[in-house]
């Protein structure tokens, strides 16, 4: 079973900084396009960030610009997530994903395989 496992998350004070990471397992997503999402209580999953499979092309949301970076490592065949100025806004269960696409999207529908999410609460 293709497998998608997110880490890193935890609880951070606002103004702080933390980085997720995603790694699959049975499967290498070289070749795929993947992002992340969040979920906060009682709200709708939402696009984060996401990035092409040669990292030649990211996109963020409006609400992560300039606090947040995408990354992957292909040689290690893994999916990061770096996120800085955190405010209670970003207090949600965040997911990683992966697309059989070339370029980043922003559209859940698009992706193929998901993780299990991993909590990130920021504390004022």
């Known amino acids: 079973q293709v497998q998608l496992v997110e880490s890193g998350g935890g609880l951070v004070q606002a103004g702080g900084s933390l980085r997720l990471s995603c790694a699959p397992s049975?499967?290498?997503?070289?070749?795929?396009?993947m992002g992340w999402f969040r979920q906060a209580p009682g709200k709708e999953r939402e696009f984060v960030a996401a990035?092409?499979?040669?990292?030649?092309?990211?996109s963020y949301s409006d609400s992560v610009k300039g606090r947040f970076t995408i990354s992957r490592d292909n040689a290690k065949n893994t999916l990061y997530l770096e996120m800085s100025s955190l405010n209670s806004e970003d207090t949600a269960v965040y997911y990683c994903?992966?697309?059989?696409?070339?370029?980043?999207?922003?559209?859940?529908?698009?992706?193929?395989?998901w993780g299990q999410g991993t909590q990130v609460t920021v504390s004022s």
């Open positions: 994903a992966a697309a059989v696409v070339a370029g980043p999207s922003q559209s859940a529908p698009e992706y193929d395989y």
């Open positions: 049975r499967r290498t997503f070289s070749r795929y396009a």
């Open positions: 990035i092409g499979w040669d990292s030649s092309r990211s």
